[in-house]
Antibody, heavy 120, light 108 residues
Framework: QVQLQESGPGLVKPSQTLSLTCTVS??????????WSWIRQPAGKGLEWIGR???????NYNPSLKRRVTMSVDSSRNQFSLKLSSVTAADTAVYYC????????????WGQGTLVTVSS | DIQMTQSPSSLSASVGDRVTITCQAS??????LNWYQQKPGKAPKLLISYASNLETGVPSRFSGSGSGTDFTLTITSLQPEDIATYYC??????????FGQGTKLEIK
């Protein structure tokens, strides 16, 4: 059974960079038939896709966040990561990592989510 | 960009009721529409893919239908454990994954 677990600081100061890691267990992140995404949800609001990463290193980002987002993979640790720069209070949200099946258009496994608050 | 509009935004129903949630796309998306259930404090869970394909382990009281621009999620007999917020989701080739704004389902 695949499991995903987010980790990282729960508090980030405005203008700084938010950094999160997702650790995948129960399967190899490098299997090649999956892609890996970050999705966020402000309190009481809906879901916003941030971006996706293939283990080849190829990435796609939400156009609204593209200039601030970087995603990368560490296959040796079975992890992938998110960096979001120049954060503001509007970036306060629960951040989820999720898995997608290559060739499919949905997310079948999700992490439990981690709350990141942007505040001084 | 394709916009996904869910209705209603909230819904109160009794145990045993038939519940219908709709999702409308701003243009034809064929059957590229997925449904998720999110219980309070939990991650979303995939219920239905490609508009009508029930995921393994999802109770048969859940069903999805539709194609083109109009889609429906139906719960035939509402159970207390179905209390959640439901989201539709579409993928297009930008690429971009777009979620509806959600429908919060409560027990009357």
């Amino acid at each position: 059974q695949v499991q995903l677990q987010e980790s990282g600081p729960g508090l980030v100061k405005p203008s700084q960079t938010l950094s999160l890691t997702c650790t995948v267990s129960g399967g190899s992140i490098s299997s090649g038939i999956y892609y890996w995404s970050w999705i966020r949800q402000p309190a009481g609001k809906g879901l916003e896709w941030i971006g996706r990463l293939f283990t080849s290193g190829s990435t796609n980002y939400n156009p609204s966040l593209k200039r601030r987002v970087t995603m990368s993979v560490d296959s040796s640790r079975n992890q992938f990561s998110l960096k979001l720069s120049s954060v503001t209070a509007a970036d306060t949200a629960v951040y989820y990592c999720a898995r997608g099946d290559y060739g499919e258009y949905y997310f079948d496994y999700w992490g439990q989510g981690t709350l990141v608050t942007v505040s001084s | 960009d394709i916009q996904m509009t869910q209705s209603p935004s909230s819904l109160s129903a009794s145990v045993g009721d038939r519940v219908t949630i709709t999702c409308q796309a701003s243009r034809d998306i064929s059957n590229y529409l997925n449904w998720y259930q999110q219980k309070p404090g939990k991650a979303p869970k995939l219920l239905i893919s490609y508009a009508s394909n029930l995921e393994t382990g999802v109770p048969s009281r859940f069903s999805g239908s539709g194609s083109g621009t109009d889609f429906t999620l139906t719960i035939t007999s509402l159970q207390p454990e179905d209390i959640a917020t439901y989201y539709c989701q579409h993928y297009d080739n930008l690429p971009m994954y777009t979620f509806g704004q959600g429908t919060k389902l409560e027990i009357k």
